[in-house]
């Protein structure tokens, strides 16, 4: 039943900006952390960024400092502002969250299906 899904995905130039979005759905009690990770071809999925319900966020340090995570807890919607964007940066970036379901007994773990950023000129 949830859901996450991610948007905003796309073709960029280098130094550019980007904005990604995640919407959760579903039957969802609360969410704990949401976050961002990212693969790029022939590599292992990493951390982009995450941030906690009060909004305590975290950054993977090949992006510190050139992206921004933030979160609607209202609308249960994250999102990943993208600056200064590198060819380096291109790969799937994947919604993840860590969210109680209704009936549920305890949190776990949803991923979105994943939206492609390729920055290239």
């Known amino acids: 039943q949830v859901q996450l899904v991610e948007s905003g995905g796309g073709l960029v130039q280098p130094g550019g900006s980007l904005r990604l979005s995640c919407a959760a759905s579903?039957?969802?009690?609360?969410?704990?952390?949401m976050g961002w990770y990212r693969q790029a071809p022939g590599k292992e999925r990493e951390l982009v960024a995450d941030i906690t319900s009060g909004g305590m966020t975290n950054y993977g340090d090949s992006v510190k400092g050139r992206f921004t995570i933030s979160r609607d807890n209202a609308k249960k919607t994250v999102y990943l502002q993208m600056t200064s964007l590198k060819p380096e940066d291109t790969a799937v970036y994947y919604c993840?969250?860590?969210?109680?379901?209704?009936?549920?007994?305890?949190?776990?773990?949803?991923w979105g299906k994943g939206t492609l950023v390729t920055v290239s000129s």
């Open positions: 993840n969250a860590n969210l109680l379901p209704v009936r549920a007994i305890r949190y776990m773990e949803y």
């Open positions: 579903g039957s969802i009690f609360s969410i704990n952390t």
